[in-house]
């Protein structure tokens, strides 16, 4: 398949450049109050892509599951039942993953689960592997750190484990990587981003996205474009949230900008004494290194103290509601990046082919990871058929499968899957996303900017 090319045949971004020179008035974010410069640093002037004919973005889509609940085609979450099967007279394989399933950040999970398992019923579906392949997800709730070891040893304790294709968060992912790695077990993300997981000495462990030094430089050349030069930074504590914060601010200190305001706050509900030191800071732009759960109490928390600053976050907000979480009102034209075009908008053949299984599986538009999920799943898919070439179900071993994949060539729809040897993918692209009326919708890649 061809690979995804963010949407260069669509037209991505409009800069508007400055409407008034002088200093004083808002920039346009929500709320009152604010002391912003009314034409810099103002993220009205980035204009939303428009999606191909007959499409839409993922925020519009229709129905669906809860986080909670099990969707259509897929196990609901957690335990021995959590486990899809097609009856077949082969051998049966399985493939696991665990992450956040039913807790305060399910919506950014979900999707990428829900896109490996529409990619292992296709493949058994075709009916052209030797085995039939099971799907096991396991719920690690709020993607906890110290829950998920426990998790690893039922994979690696059971012998029809091939592979696993996650940890969603990067602290759970952490925590379980030495394990799989002396396992010989391929473990694989989707959505993992922290850079040291492929700096860890994990042998069999592969990342099938860009990482968050590049997410925080994405953010950075954002800013840039935007005009900004003071801005502030704030991380949660999380492993995910250090890494793309410290990112980030690296990021800033090469670009030169000044950082007013730098803080690491554990999560809370009441974010007051921050919001007391952006106010007074009063930086052009915020970046919020955290999850949507948190991200929505401080952009809320921010706007209703009168701050008209640009707030932003990185993919760990980007789930679906998180515009309706903030308020529609206060939530317009907050910006978000993620290293996730939004398939739905591709104009290529190959990524409106999966919108549309995924749509007729699920009743809804594929959201924040589904396109990885899915490209994840069926490069580990490819490796098991070519372990399988010859040799039957026998052929496929773990170390095959681990082997197979450290040398994928696969084209996927997000990109071709080739990987540097820490288990890199090599290409990656960062997206930036604006919410308008209180929905998420992709600008367009960074780089195009």
Same mark, same amino acid.
């Given at each position: 398949?061809?690979?995804?090319?963010?949407?260069?045949?669509?037209?991505?971004?409009?800069?508007?450049?400055?409407?008034?020179?002088?200093?004083?008035?808002?920039?346009?974010?929500?709320?009152?109050?604010?002391?912003?410069?009314?034409?810099?640093?103002?993220?009205?002037?980035?204009?939303?892509?428009?999606?191909?004919? %007959? $499409? +839409? /973005?993922?925020? =519009? #889509? @229709? !129905? %669906? $599951? +809860? /986080?909670?609940? =099990? #969707? @259509? !085609?897929? $196990? +609901? /979450?957690?335990?021995?039942?959590?486990?899809?099967?097609?009856?077949?007279?082969?051998?049966?394989?399985?493939?696991?993953?665990?992450?956040?399933?039913?807790?305060?950040?399910?919506?950014?999970?979900?999707?990428?689960?829900?896109?490996?398992?529409?990619?292992?019923?296709?493949?058994?579906?075709?009916?052209?592997?030797?085995?039939?392949?099971?799907?096991?997800?396991?719920?690690?709730?709020?993607?906890?750190?110290?829950?998920?070891?426990?998790?690893?040893?039922?994979?690696?304790?059971?012998?029809?484990?091939?592979?696993?294709?996650?940890?969603?968060?990067?602290?759970?992912?952490?925590?379980?990587?030495?394990?799989?790695?002396?396992?010989?077990?391929?473990?694989?993300?989707?959505?993992?981003?922290?850079?040291?997981?492929?700096?860890?000495?994990?042998?069999?462990?592969?990342?099938?996205?860009?990482?968050?030094?590049?997410?925080?430089?994405?953010?950075?050349?954002?800013?840039?474009?935007?005009?900004?030069?003071?801005?502030?930074?704030?991380?949660?504590?999380?492993?995910?949230?250090?890494?793309?914060?410290?990112?980030?601010?690296?990021?800033?200190?090469?670009?030169?900008?000044?950082?007013?305001?730098?803080?690491?706050?554990?999560?809370?509900?009441?974010?007051?004494?921050?919001?007391?030191?952006?106010?007074?800071?009063?930086?052009?732009?915020?970046?919020?290194?955290?999850?949507?759960?948190?991200?929505?109490?401080?952009?809320?928390?921010?706007?209703?103290?009168?701050?008209?600053?640009?707030?932003?976050?990185?993919?760990?907000?980007?789930?679906?509601?998180?515009?309706?979480?903030?308020?529609?009102?206060?939530?317009?034209?907050?910006?978000?990046?993620?290293?996730?075009?939004?398939?739905?908008?591709?104009?290529?053949?190959?990524?409106?082919?999966?919108?549309?299984?995924?749509?007729?599986?699920?009743?809804?538009?594929?959201?924040?990871?589904?396109?990885?999920?899915?490209?994840?799943?069926?490069?580990?898919?490819?490796?098991?058929?070519?372990?399988?070439?010859?040799?039957?179900?026998?052929?496929?071993?773990?170390?095959?499968?681990?082997?197979?994949?450290?040398?994928?060539?696969?084209?996927?729809?997000?990109?071709?899957?080739?990987?540097?040897?820490?288990?890199?993918?090599?290409?990656?692209?960062?997206?930036?996303?604006?919410?308008?009326?209180?929905?998420?919708?992709?600008?367009?890649?960074?780089?195009?900017?």
């Amino acid at each position: 398949m061809r690979k995804l090319r963010g949407t260069t045949l669509l037209s991505l971004l409009v800069l508007i450049m400055l409407l008034l020179a002088a200093c004083g008035g808002g920039n346009g974010g929500g709320g009152g109050g604010g002391t912003q410069a009314a034409g810099d640093c103002d993220p009205a002037t980035l204009e939303p892509a428009e999606p191909p004919e %007959g $499409a +839409s /973005p993922a925020g =519009a #889509s @229709p !129905g %669906g $599951a +809860s /986080p909670g609940e =099990a #969707s @259509p !085609g897929e $196990a +609901s /979450p957690g335990g021995t039942a959590g486990t899809l099967r097609l009856a077949q007279a082969k051998p049966t394989l399985t493939i696991g993953t665990f992450g956040d399933r039913t807790g305060e950040n399910a919506n950014i999970i979900i999707p990428s689960h829900e896109g490996m398992a529409l990619a292992i019923k296709q493949a058994n579906e075709a009916g052209n592997l030797p085995v039939t392949l099971a799907f096991k997800p396991l719920d690690n709730r709020n993607g906890a750190a110290d829950t998920a070891p426990a998790l690893a040893q039922q994979f690696i304790g059971d012998p029809s484990v091939v592979a696993v294709l996650g940890g969603g968060f990067s602290g759970e992912t952490a925590a379980t990587g030495g394990l799989f790695s002396e396992a010989g077990l391929l473990f694989f993300t989707a959505s993992a981003t922290r850079p040291d997981l492929t700096e860890s000495g994990f042998r069999t462990f592969f990342r099938g996205l860009a990482n968050d030094n590049d997410q925080g430089d994405g953010i950075i050349r954002v800013f840039e474009e935007l005009g900004c030069e003071r801005i502030a930074v704030v991380d949660d504590k999380s492993p995910y949230g250090q890494g793309l914060g410290g990112a980030t601010r690296n990021a800033a200190e090469e670009a030169d900008m000044e950082l007013v305001l730098d803080e690491s706050i554990e999560p809370t509900t009441d974010y007051t004494a921050l919001v007391d030191s952006v106010v007074a800071a009063d930086p052009e732009a915020l970046f919020y290194a955290g999850y949507a759960a948190q991200f929505q109490l401080v952009a809320r928390q921010l706007r209703e103290k009168g701050y008209e600053g640009i707030i932003s976050s990185g993919d760990g907000s980007k789930e679906e509601p998180i515009g309706e979480k903030i308020g529609v009102e206060e939530a317009e034209n907050v910006l978000l990046t993620c290293a996730c075009p939004d398939i739905n908008l591709s104009p290529e053949e190959e990524a409106q082919e999966f919108v549309r299984a995924f749509e007729a599986e699920y009743n809804k538009r594929p959201g924040i990871y589904a396109a990885e999920g899915f490209d994840v799943a069926n490069t580990t898919i490819q490796a098991i058929r070519e372990c399988g070439e010859g040799g039957g179900a026998a052929g496929i071993t773990r170390q095959c499968v681990v082997d197979k994949a450290r040398d994928s060539e696969y084209e996927g729809i997000t990109k071709t899957m080739t990987f540097r040897e820490n288990g890199q993918v090599e290409t990656g692209t960062v997206s930036v996303f604006i919410i308008k009326d209180g929905v998420v919708r992709e600008v367009g890649p960074v780089d195009e900017l």
